[in-house]
Structure formats: C-alpha cells, structure tokens
C-alpha cells in the first residue's frame, strides 16, 4: 500500500498548530499552574506565599472528609454511569423492536437531552421538595420519610437519580443508532440457529454492541466525575452542610468560594491523576477485549 | 470588561461638546439580584443625578461568592473595579491582603469628606475595622439576627414573646399543644454560634477575636456555654419544641412563612421580604434571645451582610470620585432610603434619627429592632470576629452541628471536631499572608 506523505516537514506542524495552540493554553499552561499552586499556600490576591511542599497534599489523606467524599465519588459515578447505561439499552433494545409510532416514541425518549444539568437539578427540588415534592409526597405513602438537604442519603438518592435521567438520552440515542447498525443478516442467522431472544442478545447482539458501550462508558464516566457538577450546585445551592458532595464539587468549595487556591489545585491534581489512571486502565484493559468491524 | 461600556459612552460624550467637562467614571460591581439590585441601581442614579463630575455604574456579579471572586480575578489582571461590595465571611481575606483595598476612612479623609466613627450605629462601627479601630470597610447592607414571631399562633397559645431562652423553655409546649412548631433557625453559625457569642459577651476567638492579626488567631467553640446550648436545642428537636430542616436557609424559613412555625431566627434583612410577601398573619420582630443563666442581661450583637472595599490601583480623580460616592451613600436620605425599601439597618445615627422622625417605626415596629439589638451593651467581644478561611470555617460548623442534630455524633465530638479544623484552616489562612 502506497503511504501518503507531506513533502515538507513544516506543513504538516502548521497545519496542527491552531489545535496545539489551544491545548497549551487551555490544558498544559493551566494544568501547569495547578500544579505549581498546589505546593503554595497562597493569599488569592497574590501578595503573598508560602512554600509548603507535599502539605496540601499531605492533608487530604490525612482528613477523614475528605475520604468520605472520594467514596461518595466512587459510589456515585459507578452508579450513575451503571444505572443510566443499563437503562439507557434497556430502553434502546426494546425501542428498537417497535415498529408502529416508533419516531414519536424515540423522540420523546430523546427529549430530556435537551435539558441542561442545573435545569435538571431544579427540577429535582421540585419534584423532592421536602414539604410538597410530588415524589417525596409519593414516597411517603410508602413510608419513606424522605428529606433532602437534610438525610445524606435522601440527598444522595436525589442526586444519583436526576443524573441518570438526564444521561439516558444520550446512551440511548447510541445504542439505538448502535442496534440499528447490526446487519439484518446476522440478526436473522442468529434467529435460526438460537430461540431465546435473551441468550441472542447475550451472544450476538452484545459483542457487537461494545465498540459502542466501551465510547458510551468513557463519556458516561467523565460525565458522572465533571458534568454533575451543575446538578450538585443547584441541589446544594453553595451550602453543603452534611450532605453528600463530590471531589470535583469539593475543588469548587475550596477554591472558588473558599479562595484557598493551594488546597484547591492539589486536589485538582488529584484529580487529574485519578482521571489519567482510569483512562489508561480502560484502554488497556477494556478496549482489549472489544473487536471493531 | 466593564471598560468596553463605559468607552464608547465617554468617547460619544467627548465628541458631543468638546466644552463640557470629561465626568470621572467609576465601577461598582456587587451581588445584590433581584429586587435589592433594583434598589442598588436607584442608589447609583441618584448619586450620578446629584452632581456632574463623577458617574458611577454598578454591575451584579452574580452572588456574594463569584463577586468576590471575579474582583480577585481582576485585580491580578490590573481591572479590578472602583467599589466592591464583600460579605462579612470574606471580609479577613480582603482585609489581610493590604494594599488591594484603601481604607475607606483614609480614603475620606484624604479627600476631603471627613469621617467620624461615632456618627455610626454602634453595633456597626468596627466589624469591618483593623487593629487601631480604623474601618476599612464600608458597612453596606447591614443586618443582624432577630427573632421572628407569628402574632395569631402567640395569641391561640396564650403566651408572650420570650426574651430568653429560658422564657422559651417555658413557653415552647404551649405552641406545640397548639399545634405549632415552636422556633426554627435558618443559619446555624450566624445566629447560634456567631452571634451567640456576641449576645452573651464570650470571646471566641484568640488574638482579640482574631482582630489582631491572622497569626497566631485560634478559634474558641469547644466551650461549655456552647455544649449547654447545642445539648437544649437536641432536647427540644426531638421533644418537637424545636424544628430544624437543614442548612438552607429557605428551607427553614418557609416552615414560617407556611405558619408552621410560630417562631424563626432570621435576619433583620427579612423584614422587607416578609412584608412583600403578604403573609396571612400578623408578624412582629424582637431581639435575639439570650440565656439569662449565662448573662443576667443580653449584650448587642454585630452586623452581618456585606460591606463596600474601595479598591486600589486607581487614578486620584476616581479615588475622589470613590470618596464621593460613599459620602452620598452615607447621607441620611439615603440610608433612609435603602432601610426603608430593604430593611437591613441604617448604618448612622443620623439616618436612624431621620427614619424615626418620620414615624417609618410607628408604621413598622420591626423595622427598629435590630437597630435596637445592635445598641444594647457593648462588651469585650461584640465588635464581632475576624477569621481567615472562614467560608471553609462555617462549611465545618454547617457540617458538624447537623450532624449532632441529626443525631450522627454526640456534642463533644462536634465542637471538638469544629475546634481542630477551624484551627487548621486558620493555620493555613495565616500562612497564606507571609512572604
């Protein structure tokens, strides 16, 4: 095979450096920054600092709080990625199946992607509002004296449940662009050879639905650690108390709010490496497994 | 960015008379929404109406946090604004970063306006002051907690209005014979921690309140008066004397506003709120109770809210242009003006005194009373508080003590806890200051 090349060794790197440009300035020369913040502690306005080495840190993983919240992390985007992914092929395999009114059905199941995560949040005061929520009202002819803001776990619940309803749109848009993309041929050979539709979707449907599901994780990852954010916000409206929150809202708490600029960029940093780590795991060891056609 | 509107506006004047006289622009930017926003905007054209040098133009930053913030980030990007409006949470951050703001009482002084502390309320006269008693702040939206009662939900239970906690104890099983939740709080630093302190003249904080410096500054909260009053408000919560509904401020209040609640700590502030809002009973307003077996009589308390820093790195003409704003800002008409439509207190007395010639307490009662509350005996430690990282501070408070209200941890556990984060956040702050 004949490999096309640039005759010049410059076009090529001109060519590239609108994007490169971008990625230093909003990526390297920030993420730089954080990481020189993190061994200062630093008065916001930039008059004075003071070197502290591995302090910030040091303190993190000495405060109990902060653990609790990097569980409560780890609690919340393995639910939330598993949940909405779950429901979202759930949704896509059975809508997949209809064949009267099945735009009407797609549409309205695609209908809350439109919906923006602090709007999301607002709307899950509403609906869990402590004294006349329609849901918490629900739950409470089951016995469930639900309280958000006050109960961590009713907070959590809350949180954890508008997330994935506004994540299930865009898994099931594809998924079912996934599904639709199966040849009708191996669908109908695996007809003959298998009767049960649920062993068929375990066997064929499945495999060739990973390509799909290992990018849908990856998104629906960086979606539970970063994009929740908004929904958080508006459920917590700045107060945290004792209620559950994430790292990332924990950045916001101490560096924008708190002005504490070196504790914040050192758990940014943490950040990142936990984003860098899981990104390596899940390519090496997840896409391994996954055979593009 | 707010340069780019001024611009083209100065450039259009310049070219429309080259005789008229170039006005000295200035910048306000503050966190005030809604219906304050609209007062803060009538304060700016009333300014900009009364005289023709200097025009000021206030810009909503959004809340108290992100203006604070956007004013850091342009202040390191050299486009800091004239005026800045910072709540009392953030007021150690930007008092220990001297030289980004000049004192307001030099910065009158110098120009010219004069300045004397006693013409302020007492209970405003040096929150947001240094060591010496020099304000650098500019008291601005000044409110104070007081307590709230439901006149309809007294009357059924036939009782009065409690002045102490102990009168509460008394009176609480009959509002909730009566079907009422006795007293909800709405901010648990503020009112029980805060405040508390001031009401009964305990010190809470090493170094003077923390007012002598950030060095050195321990916060003291693991106390028994503070153990003995957490421990009462455990009693009453779950003998339904007391109701508590989180850290939201709302989500407290609105128990009142519904007239579930016969009583709410609240701020003075909420006054013109709860007036807007038409309630479907009478309210009135009376001091923050005290314990009598701590302190026979109550001490003031001190202003919460925001105050307006005037920023530095600016040209003399708009430093004088900053004096004559607050100048304008403190005469009694307005002061008056913004208490009346607002309901946080007027900041002099000589606006008291005009509100009070005009009969504005004779047709709202309520409207006196934090004004009142901040003019009771002053002690030791009512001035207030000056602590670094104290939004993070309030974030363990909030956490802690609705832990041990929720019954998560006992009393002892929490203040101790609170004692050695606020201590290690304090540490920090003070090392952030050093160079």
Excluded at chain 2, 43 to 72: C, H, K, M, W
Excluded at chain 2, 167 to 190: C, K, M, N, S
Excluded at chain 2, 393 to 420: C, P, Q, W
Aim: proline share 4%; with cysteine.
């Amino acid at each position: 095979m004949k490999r096309a090349a640039f005759d010049q060794k410059w076009f090529p790197v001109l060519l590239l450096l609108p994007q490169l440009s971008i990625i230093c300035l909003f990526f390297y020369w920030p993420a730089w920054q954080a990481l020189r913040s993190s061994f200062y502690l630093e008065d916001p306005f930039g008059f004075g600092s003071t070197f502290v080495g591995f302090e910030n840190y040091l303190r993190l993983f000495r405060s109990g709080e902060y653990m609790q919240t990097a569980w409560f992390t780890l609690v919340f985007s393995l639910s939330v990625t598993f949940l909405s992914l779950a429901i979202a092929l759930l949704l896509a395999v059975k809508a997949d199946g209809v064949l009267r009114g099945a735009k009407t059905y797609r549409t309205l199941l695609m209908w809350v992607y439109a919906v923006a995560p602090p709007v999301a949040g607002f709307l899950a005061l509403i609906l869990f509002n402590q004294r006349w929520g329609p849901l918490t009202e629900f739950f409470r002819a089951f016995g469930w004296d639900f309280r958000i803001r006050l109960d961590y776990f009713d907070t959590a619940f809350a949180m954890i449940a508008v997330s994935v309803w506004k994540q299930i749109p865009v898994n099931f848009i594809f998924f079912l662009s996934g599904l639709q993309s199966i040849p009708k041929a191996v669908r109908e050979a695996a007809l003959i050879d298998n009767r049960s539709a649920v062993s068929r979707f375990w066997t064929v449907t499945f495999p060739l639905l990973a390509p799909t599901g290992f990018f849908l994780l990856i998104i629906n990852i960086t979606y539970s650690l970063f994009d929740t954010f908004g929904t958080i916000d508006t459920i917590l409206r700045n107060n945290p108390g004792d209620q559950p929150i994430t790292l990332t809202y924990q950045v916001y708490l101490d560096g924008f709010r708190g002005q504490d600029i070196g504790g914040s960029s050192a758990q940014s940093v943490v950040l990142m490496v936990v984003v860098l780590a899981l990104t390596i795991v899940q390519f090496r060891m997840v896409e391994r497994r996954i055979h593009y056609t | 960015m707010q340069r780019h509107f001024i611009l083209p506006a100065a450039a259009t004047f310049a070219l429309l008379g080259s005789t008229a006289m170039a006005q000295v622009e200035i910048t306000w930017w503050h966190g005030m929404g809604g219906q304050l926003g609209e007062v803060v905007n009538e304060i700016a054209t009333g300014f900009n109406e009364s005289q023709d040098e200097y025009t000021i133009t206030p810009v909503f930053r959004g809340s108290y946090e992100e203006t604070l913030t956007a004013a850091i980030a342009a202040f390191r990007a050299g486009e800091q604004p004239n005026v800045v409006q910072v709540f009392d949470a953030g007021a150690a951050t930007v008092i220990g970063a001297q030289g980004a703001t000049i004192p307001v009482q030099d910065l009158l002084e110098q120009n010219g306006a004069g300045f004397d502390i006693e013409a302020y309320i007492p209970g405003v006269r040096y929150f947001y002051a240094d060591t010496d008693g020099k304000m650098i702040g500019m008291p601005f939206n000044s409110s104070s907690p007081v307590l709230y009662y439901n006149e309809t939900a007294l009357e059924e239970a036939g009782v009065e209005v409690p002045q102490t906690y102990e009168d509460f104890e008394q009176i609480a099983p009959a509002l909730r014979d009566a079907g009422y939740i006795p007293l909800v709080q709405t901010h648990l630093p503020w009112e029980m921690v805060e405040n508390f302190h001031s009401r009964h003249d305990l010190p809470f904080a090493t170094n003077d309140n923390g007012y002598e410096g950030a060095e050195g500054t321990e916060i003291l909260i693991d106390s028994p008066e503070m153990a003995m009053h957490f421990t009462k408000l455990k009693e009453w919560l779950d003998a339904g004397l007391f109701g508590f509904y989180g850290t939201s401020w709302d989500d407290n209040q609105a128990r009142f506003n519904d007239g579930e609640a016969a009583m709410y700590i609240g701020s003075s502030g909420d006054f013109g709120g709860l007036t807007a809002m038409d309630l479907p009973f009478e309210f009135g307003s009376s001091f923050l109770p005290y314990w009598e077996s701590i302190t026979p009589e109550g001490y003031q308390t001190f202003i919460g809210g925001a105050s307006l820093f005037a920023m530095s790195g600016h040209s003399e003409e708009e430093n004088a242009a900053t004096a004559a704003f607050f100048e304008y800002l403190t005469s009694p008409e307005v002061q008056y003006m913004w208490h009346r439509e607002t309901g946080y207190v007027p900041i002099t007395e000589a606006a008291y005194e005009m509100a009070r010639e005009d009969g504005h307490y004779d047709r709202f009662p309520a409207a006196e009373t934090a004004i009142r509350q901040l003019s009771l005996q002053s002690g030791e430690n009512t001035a207030g508080y000056r602590m670094g990282f104290y939004v993070q501070i309030r974030d363990v408070m909030n956490r802690e003590l609705s832990r041990f209200l929720n019954g998560e941890t006992d009393i002892e556990a929490a203040l101790a806890t609170i004692e050695t984060e606020g201590n290690e956040l304090l540490g920090r702050f003070s090392q952030t200051l050093s160079n």
